[in-house]
Every structure is written in structure tokens, then in C-alpha cells.
């Protein structure tokens, strides 16, 4: 219970109090912090679409376990380092500081909420709830990387503002376009055939 508490508090802070939030981080040399940070919120981001897929009646297999457990996690951190770097582009992009560890940092920070874009992601069960579950989680993941690269990165805001933008633009001729099928295939393949009239919604 006191875990959850703090973390509905930084969830509370990370929206209303970006900038406090994120101008406390510094390096300090422990990578390893991070890095485990990753893979235990993976671990139970995994756990929690496991628990979904149970409560929901779909048949549980080892493979499916093992996706969960193990797959999940070490997939968390490889995305904390192909994020690091796309967040060291950023940087680059708007004359903020090019510091890898404040960039893994940052990101390691707000890693608690992988966790529930899983989980939110797993909930839908018709199309217009995988619609309605992406567009939340993508645009919660843009707003992160505002303030990350604003606040921990120190980039110029009306450089940060433009890139942020950038990526916006992107997302939404993704979502325009025939590729959101294999966006939402990604986060959720039932919901997403769904969607494509290949199962009914």
C-alpha cells in the first residue's frame, strides 16, 4: 500500500510539477539503478497482462508465460536504451545537454508507467477501445518526452516544442494511414484484427 501511494504521488507530481520533478535528476554514475528499474516495472507490466489475460478466461500457455515474464522485462530495457538514444537526438536537436546517463535517467524515472500503457493497452477488447488506449498511451509518451527533454535534458523550448511536433506529425500519419494496424497489432493483436473486421468486435 505505501508503495502504491508513492507511486500515485510521482504519477501526481510527473503531471502537475513537471519541472520539479524532473530538474532533481542528476547523474551520479549508477546505471545499474536504472537499468533495473526497467526490468522490474517490465516485470510487472507483464504480470499485469498476464492477470488480464486470466481474468478475461484466455488460455494461459508457457509460451505466453514465458513472453510475460521474461521476453517483457528484457524488452523494457532494450527500450530504455533505444529511447536513451532517440532522447540523445533530441538533445542534439535543441541545443540541450548531450549527457547518456541523464537521458537514461530521465527515462528510468518515468518507467513506472510502462507498466500501466500495458496494461491499458491489454484492456481493450473492440476496436474503438485499442483507438481510444493507443492515442492515450502515445500521447502520455510525448508528453514525457517534452518535459524530459525540456527539463532533464535542458533543451530550448521553442527547439523542444518543434521536435515534439516532429513527432506528433509523425504519429498521426501513422494513425491516418493503413500502418496503425501494425502499431496496434504490436500493442494488442486481438483488438487490433478487431479493427480490421478479421474477428468480431
Keep these: 500500500m505505501k508503495k502504491l501511494k ?23 554514475g549508477n546505471m545499474e539503478e536504472s537499468m533495473f528499474k526497467a526490468f522490474i516495472y517490465g516485470l510487472i507490466g507483464g504480470c499485469l497482462v498476464l492477470l488480464l489475460k486470466l481474468c478475461s478466461g484466455a488460455t494461459i500457455t508457457i509460451s505466453s508465460v514465458f513472453w510475460a515474464l521474461i521476453i517483457i522485462p528484457v524488452l523494457a530495457v532494450a527500450l530504455l536504451y533505444v529511447l536513451g538514444g532517440l ?20 527515462l528510468a524515472s518515468v ?6 500503457i ?9 476496436c474503438t477501445s485499442m483507438w481510444i488506449a493507443s492515442l492515450l498511451g502515445d500521447a502520455y509518451v510525448l508528453f514525457l518526452f ?23 506529425l509523425f504519429l498521426i500519419m501513422v494513425y491516418a494511414s493503413d500502418f496503425h494496424t501494425g502499431w496496434f497489432m504490436l500493442k494488442n493483436p486481438d483488438a487490433a484484427m478487431a479493427c480490421e473486421g478479421l474477428i468480431n468486435a
Design 87 to 106: 532522447m540523445m537526438l533530441v538533445a542534439e536537436m535543441t541545443d540541450g545537454e548531450r549527457d547518456w546517463e541523464i537521458a537514461i535517467k530521465g
Design 146 to 168: 517534452y518535459n524530459i527533454a525540456l527539463y532533464c535534458m535542458r533543451g530550448k523550448r521553442s527547439n523542444v516544442i518543434i521536435v515534439i511536433s516532429i513527432f506528433a
Design 118 to 126: 500495458l496494461a491499458l493497452n491489454a484492456l481493450a477488447f473492440n
Design 6 to 28: 508513492q507511486g500515485l504521488k510521482r504519477l501526481r507530481d510527473l503531471i502537475i510539477k513537471p519541472k520539479r520533478f524532473f530538474t532533481r535528476i542528476v547523474a551520479d
Design 111 to 116: 518507467f513506472f508507467v510502462y507498466p500501466v
